[in-house]
């Protein structure tokens, strides 16, 4: 199995001319939005419809108007036409007595666009530190000949952790059953998380994404919030432009 990874954003547009039919992508945008996507699923949401614009999302409301609502610009939860989104990007907004039983259509700065770049591919999932160990466990059972980890990044550059997470991810695999190729990305990715591991919080609070929002009072709790490992226990899988926990 061959194992590849994507580190910053401007790789992207190179998805639209790959072969994926045998890849299963793995998406990572850890500050925040697959971190707010696989709470959301695990606080009972039935679905998340992640799209590139905020227009899009409009136009998804306008035509279901119980569909919620999220997302992003710069950070900042989305004003328009003068009304709010129901949520922002944070993953604490998303409380159970929110969202159980409901669709929520979301666009973000990084996140969504990396998910939509890949869904051509074979299996597209969802990932974050908070669900990392069971996305893991199920990637050598998906039957696919190649695993392209994407780090959703900040703007056009690469966010440190993303790429810490994919690493963590890399560990993972290597230590499984399955035999894994590295891609030279792959290497990077995981020498930078064997390198941080000792002290991981202290490296992923000193990103850029990191250290914007822990000048935010509002936003501070954010980053404690998603760098945890392992609190879900589900795999979060994007199949026909919506996103789910995945059920055998």
């Known amino acids: 199995m061959n194992l590849d990874v994507i580190l910053t954003p401007a790789e992207l547009p190179r998805l639209s001319r790959q072969d994926l039919r045998g890849t299963s992508c793995v998406v990572f945008d850890v500050l925040r939005a ?89 299996m597209v999932l969802a990932a974050s530190f908070l669900n990392l160990n069971a996305t893991a466990n199920f990637l050598p059972r998906s039957r696919c ?9 900040t703007g056009d550059n690469t966010a440190l952790e993303d790429v810490l997470a994919a690493g963590a991810l890399c560990e993972a695999l290597a230590k499984g059953k399955m035999p894994m190729e590295l891609s030279d990305s792959a290497r990077v990715a995981l020498a930078a998380f064997q390198q941080s591991k000792r002290n991981l919080a202290r490296a992923l609070c000193e990103s850029q994404n990191a250290r914007r929002l822990l000048a935010i009072p509002e936003l501070r709790d954010d980053v404690k919030f998603c760098l945890r490992r392992d609190v879900f226990n589900l795999v979060a899988r994007m199949r026909g432009g919506k996103i789910t926990i995945f059920r055998r």
Not at 87 to 115: D, H, M, Q
Not at 147 to 153: K, N, S
Request: one cysteine or more; proline letters at 4%.
């Open 34 to 122: 697959t971190s707010t996507f696989v709470t959301a699923l695990n606080n009972g949401a039935a679905a998340i419809i992640p799209v590139s614009e905020i227009s899009e999302a409009l136009e998804i409301k306008k035509k279901c108007p119980r569909v919620l609502t999220a997302g992003e610009r710069h950070g900042v939860k989305i004003r328009t036409k003068g009304k709010e989104f129901d949520f922002g990007n944070s993953p604490r907004e998303f409380a159970p007595e929110k969202v159980k039983g409901r669709t929520i259509v979301s666009t973000t700065t990084n996140g969504t666009r990396a998910l939509r770049a890949c869904a051509r591919a074979k």
């Open 145 to 153: 000949e190649n695993i392209l980890l994407i780090c959703a990044g």
